[in-house]
Nanobody, 123 residues
Framework: QAQLVESGGGLVQAGGSLRLSCAASGRTFSSYAVGWFRQAPGKERRFLAAIGWRGTTRSYADSVKGRFTISRDNAKNTVYLQMNSLKPEDTAVYYC????????????????WGQGTQVTVSS
């Protein structure tokens, strides 16, 4: 079973940047697709980006396309989410998740989840 731990969240001003990390241990993480999601208070958890196990397949939600970049370093068992031009509406708890197989955007298709990291963007 894979264990995922997110880090890198915090407080940032609008227009700023953050890089989130998702560190994995346990199963063969390098063979898993990994996604990033976020959940704001009172709202559903939403897909942001996902990357295939080779790092060549990437998918983004329209809301973050051009501002967020997902990448991975399988040697370090880590997936990153670079977030630029942050907006107050990006404020949420950010989660990474992993699944064997293809990149998908559906919350329920991911098997393993981290505990989340808070991102707060001030105006």
């Amino acid at each position: 079973q894979a264990q995922l731990v997110e880090s890198g969240g915090g407080l940032v001003q609008a227009g700023g940047s953050l890089r989130l990390s998702c560190a994995a241990s346990g199963r063969t993480f390098s063979s898993y697709a990994v996604g990033w999601f976020r959940q704001a208070p009172g709202k559903e958890r939403r897909f942001l980006a996902a990357i295939g196990w080779r790092g060549t397949t990437r998918s983004y939600a329209d809301s973050v396309k051009g501002r967020f970049t997902i990448s991975r370093d399988n040697a370090k068992n880590t997936v990153y989410l670079q977030m630029n031009s942050l907006k107050p509406e990006d404020t949420a708890v950010y989660y990474c998740a992993a699944r064997p197989g293809l990149v998908v955007s559906t919350v329920g298709e991911y098997d393993y989840w981290g505990q989340g990291t808070q991102v707060t963007v001030s105006s």
